[in-house]
């Protein structure tokens, strides 16, 4: 927020104040009597003592709303758009075999390293699969994990994509070994173009994830579970696509507004104070 006094004064004009991220709920303390809603997005380690002070507490997964049990909040995913066009061509060149990718950033954090692991017994066993990972790594946050990712064998690198979710429907599997989530947009997106996914089950993505139909869950850090994963899913591809593109419309927007907008409606319905 930029000019924090502006923004209190501008709050304080409405009856229900939405408050959107960790950053915006610093305006918590300073709106005390009035309906606030904090939407918090990440996985926190200690919950913020003036979080208690909104009236409303929006997550977007189950373990998000696990790590603040005395907030009571209410979990209402994420919205993605569900009918993105796709992009006429994807960064890789055309070819015969399945597609395997990674889509994000390059960190520890997202764990692409162990698809570059997994690599080699997901080509062996599926002749002609290529392994793409589309990203970068903009805060150079850890060179050397970055170098190690790069150097992978076999595995076809390519610079980020601003319009990623319209090249999710040009993969075959959707891989996101990430270490913790607190919900998993890219997948969400990938299913609603159709295609099933492969994730670890930590944090939100077991949410997500319609684990043994729109794809398969794994434990994190396991690049021979995920190759295993990876080439089951690849044998149900077409099953498992139709089930995600299903599934997926619980992720659109009016679905997600029908969750969110009672939780709004009985909070202006209220009185003056939390």
Not at 8 to 25: K, M, P, S
Not at 247 to 270: C, K
Request: charged letters at 20%; one cysteine or more; glycine letters at 10%.
């Amino acid at each position: 927020v930029a000019n924090w006094p502006r923004a209190r004064a501008l709050a304080r004009q409405f009856d229900v104040v939405y408050l959107n991220g960790t950053v915006a709920g610093r305006l918590l303390p300073a709106l005390v009597g009035r309906r606030t809603v904090l939407h918090a997005h990440d996985m926190v380690e200690r919950v913020p003592p003036h979080w208690r002070l909104a009236s409303t507490v929006l997550v977007p997964s189950s373990a998000v709303a696990a790590r603040m049990p005395a907030l009571g909040a209410h979990v209402v995913g994420c919205p993605v758009e569900l009918d993105v066009e796709p992009s006429p061509a994807p960064p890789w060149p055309p070819g015969d075999g399945p597609v395997v990718g990674f889509v994000g950033r390059i960190e520890p954090r997202k764990g692409p390293l162990d698809l570059v692991h997994a690599a080699p017994t997901i080509r062996t066993g599926a002749p002609g699969a290529r392994i793409v990972i589309v990203g970068d790594d903009p805060y150079a946050g850890d060179p050397a994990y970055l170098m190690a990712v790069r150097r992978g064998e076999g595995v076809e690198q390519y610079g980020w994509a601003t319009d990623a979710p319209a090249l999710l429907g040009h993969l075959d599997v959707l891989v996101a070994p990430s270490r913790e989530e607190p919900f998993g947009t890219i997948l969400a997106e990938a299913m609603a173009a159709g295609t099933p996914v492969v994730a670890t089950r930590v944090g939100g993505l077991a949410d997500t994830v319609d684990d043994g139909r729109t794809g398969l869950l794994v434990e994190p850090g396991r690049p021979d579970l995920l190759a295993a994963a990876v080439l089951e899913v690849l044998s149900r591809r077409d099953e498992m696509g139709a089930a995600a593109r299903a599934w997926a419309r619980r992720f659109g927007a009016d679905a997600y507004a029908d969750r969110v907008e009672p939780l709004l409606r009985r909070l202006a319905a209220r009185g003056s104070n939390n």
